[in-house]
């Protein structure tokens, strides 16, 4: 692809790939602007269920508008191409800021922040995100957050309300997402709701203080196992214990015991942040582990 147009774009390199697609940064001609294209293989496009996907993506992010959700700008076909054009976002993935030792606190907390808020919107709008992990989520070189790619999510209709469903046909017992980072009732192919998403959210937060998955086995079943029946490893002793509490709730294994909603998420964040900023956090800290020595 790379050369090639598509439609008023100019494939200039390769991004990167997953399950759903290539994506590659382009120019838009029209524009004269830079501009991520994601592309579904051309193997695939035979797929019904993933050209679904594909285009639901488009459908359920452009439906949101808030910075730091990724702002979807064309769908469209070619010459035989499904394509998304897309905002372009300078900057590292998650994954790759973390690290073997994980972020600093200020910068955990300044992320979480962010990244709560990007899902509090989605799921003040019925959708579940159902895919989020480090990969999907980009820091640009402002330190403003971006989630990414909304293809495996799904739109809930509120009750009482007569709204357009975009639904993830999805059967019981089917399994959709990236195992480490799903929720027991996902891993399980149950239905989920946004408290799924929650979970992993405590997910990612546990990997950016640490900087090791909270769940991980040799296989993916022995991972999926992990999830379903054990709890994590203990956080380190210098993580504040407000923060230790948070990702501890958001990773429970019934939904019914988690934090119900991402806004309450947010909002234990910025406290803490707060606290940091502050420097009581850390004096709560140092006499916390004053009294455990």
């Given at each position: 692809m790379?050369?090639?147009?598509?439609?008023?774009?100019?494939?200039?390199?390769?991004?990167?790939?997953?399950?759903?697609?290539?994506?590659?940064?382009?120019?838009?001609?029209?524009?004269?602007?830079?501009?991520?294209?994601?592309?579904?293989?051309?193997?695939?496009?035979?797929?019904?269920?993933?050209?679904?996907?594909?285009?639901?993506?488009?459908?359920?992010?452009?439906?949101?508008?808030?910075?730091?959700?990724?702002?979807?700008?064309?769908?469209?076909?070619?010459?035989?191409?499904?394509?998304?054009?897309?905002?372009?976002?300078?900057?590292?993935?998650?994954?790759?800021?973390?690290?073997?030792?994980?972020?600093?606190?200020?910068?955990?907390?300044?992320?979480?922040?962010?990244?709560?808020?990007?899902?509090?919107?989605?799921?003040?709008?019925?959708?579940?995100?159902?895919?989020?992990?480090?990969?999907?989520?980009?820091?640009?070189?402002?330190?403003?957050?971006?989630?990414?790619?909304?293809?495996?999510?799904?739109?809930i209709?509120?009750?009482g309300?007569?709204?357009?469903?975009?639904?993830?046909?999805?059967?019981?017992?089917?399994?959709?997402?990236?195992?480490?980072?799903?929720?027991?009732?996902?891993?399980?192919?149950?239905?989920?709701?946004?408290?799924?998403?929650?979970?992993?959210?405590?997910?990612?937060?546990?990997?950016?203080?640490?900087?090791?998955?909270?769940?991980?086995?040799d296989?993916?079943?022995?991972?999926?196992?992990?999830?379903?029946?054990?709890?994590?490893?203990?956080?380190?002793?210098?993580?504040?214990?407000?923060?230790?509490?948070?990702?501890?709730?958001?990773?429970?294994?019934?939904?019914q015991?988690?934090?119900?909603?991402?806004?309450?998420?947010?909002?234990?964040?910025e406290e803490?942040?707060?606290?940091?900023?502050?420097?009581?956090?850390a004096?709560?800290?140092?006499?916390?582990?004053?009294?455990?020595?």
């Amino acid at each position: 692809m790379i050369g090639r147009a598509i439609a008023h774009y100019q494939i200039l390199e390769n991004l990167g790939e997953g399950g759903m697609g290539v994506v590659y940064k382009a120019r838009d001609t029209h524009l004269d602007r830079f501009v991520a294209i994601k592309v579904l293989p051309p193997e695939r496009i035979a797929d019904p269920e993933r050209k679904r996907r594909f285009v639901q993506e488009a459908k359920a992010a452009s439906a949101l508008n808030h910075p730091n959700i990724i702002t979807i700008y064309d769908i469209d076909q070619q010459a035989g191409v499904d394509f998304m054009a897309m905002e372009y976002v300078p900057g590292k993935t998650l994954e790759q800021l973390i690290g073997r030792k994980g972020l600093k606190l200020i910068d955990t907390l300044k992320h979480g922040i962010q990244i709560a808020d990007a899902l509090s919107r989605a799921h003040g709008a019925g959708i579940v995100h159902r895919d989020l992990k480090p990969s999907n989520i980009m820091v640009d070189e402002h330190e403003l957050v971006k989630v990414l790619d909304f293809g495996l999510a799904k739109l809930i209709e509120p009750r009482g309300t007569e709204a357009e469903t975009v639904t993830a046909r999805t059967a019981e017992g089917t399994i959709v997402g990236t195992v480490a980072y799903m929720s027991p009732e996902q891993a399980q192919g149950l239905p989920v709701d946004a408290r799924s998403d929650i979970f992993a959210f405590g997910a990612v937060l546990y990997e950016m203080v640490t900087g090791r998955q909270a769940f991980r086995g040799d296989t993916k079943i022995s991972t999926l196992a992990a999830i379903i029946n054990q709890e994590s490893p203990p956080l380190p002793a210098d993580i504040p214990r407000d923060l230790e509490k948070l990702i501890t709730r958001c990773l429970r294994k019934q939904p019914q015991r988690r934090i119900q909603h991402m806004d309450d998420v947010k909002l234990a964040l910025e406290e803490l942040k707060e606290e940091s900023d502050s420097g009581r956090l850390a004096e709560g800290d140092a006499l916390c582990r004053q009294i455990l020595a």
